[in-house]
């Protein structure tokens, strides 16, 4: 069989493999991966491409490694879940690096963090004055929380006294110029309430509508025309 053939074949079905392995792994942002998350992921990435170009040993060893590789995951993963221990011992555990605005120079020293570190995501958190910071914490995911002091904290509705206005999630009512019935009668509204909000910014048909979306709890109805000005 010629090798480009037969390389073209292995792509697919490590591919293939793949796919299936990140779906029953399932889904984690790259920001939240542990140091040791990226290296599994790169180590089983390495051996998916190894199935598709090494035409000098057979696949089935590859594809052994790399179904053992994608278990040894899984098993973590439902071991992290369900024991705590384990999932301290695989995760690791946050670090506090400022408490009470001091330093804690040996919890820095055992993770390895250093001061460029530090203030480098202080930086990323828009905290440029360290005298600001009650608390910081390192995440197992290498993300730095932060903690303000009271006085340096932006104020919220409560503390201004302010009552907010009602929130909610919105309700495709009109798709792609179809009315969607079923999503009318969950937000408590029908056809001919929509047909008259319409009219009322101009709007003959919802044929003319791309997207419509309602709040119930606003009473905010959206509308963008296919029609762009």
């Given at each position: 069989m010629?090798?480009?053939l ?25 920001s ?14 390495s ?35 369900h024991w ?17 605005g ?19 995501h ?12 009650e608390f910081?914490?390192?995440e ?19 503390d ?8 909610g999630?919105?309700?495709?009512v ?6 969607m ?15 008259k909000?319409?009219k ?10 791309f ?16 029609q762009?000005k």
């Amino acid at each position: 069989m010629n090798e480009a053939l037969v390389v073209f074949v292995r792509s697919l079905i490590a591919f293939a493999s793949l796919l299936i392995f990140t779906r029953m792994l399932g889904k984690q942002q790259l920001s939240q991966l542990t140091f040791f998350d990226y290296v599994l992921g790169i180590t089983i990435g390495s051996i998916a491409a190894t199935v598709s170009t090494d035409l000098s040993s057979p696949a089935w060893p590859h594809w052994v490694g790399l179904f053992t590789w994608a278990a040894i995951v899984a098993i973590m993963q439902w071991s992290s879940i369900h024991w705590k221990l384990a999932d301290r011992f695989l995760s690791g555990e946050p670090v506090v690096v400022i408490m009470k605005g001091k330093i804690l120079e040996q919890n820095m020293k055992t993770v390895h963090y250093t001061i460029s570190d530090l203030l480098e995501h202080l930086r990323d958190k828009s905290v440029f004055d360290l005298s600001q910071v009650e608390f910081a914490v390192l995440e197992t995911s290498g993300t730095l929380s932060v903690l303000l002091k009271p006085e340096h904290q932006t104020p919220t509705r409560k503390d201004l006294n302010i009552t907010p206005p009602q929130g909610g999630i919105s309700t495709e009512v009109i798709y792609s110029g179809l009315v969607m019935e079923e999503n009318l009668k969950r937000a408590g509204v029908n056809q001919k309430w929509l047909m008259k909000q319409l009219k009322a910014q101009g709007i003959s048909s919802p044929d003319q509508v791309f997207l419509a979306t309602y709040n119930s709890q606003s009473g905010v109805l959206f509308v963008d025309k296919y029609q762009d000005k």
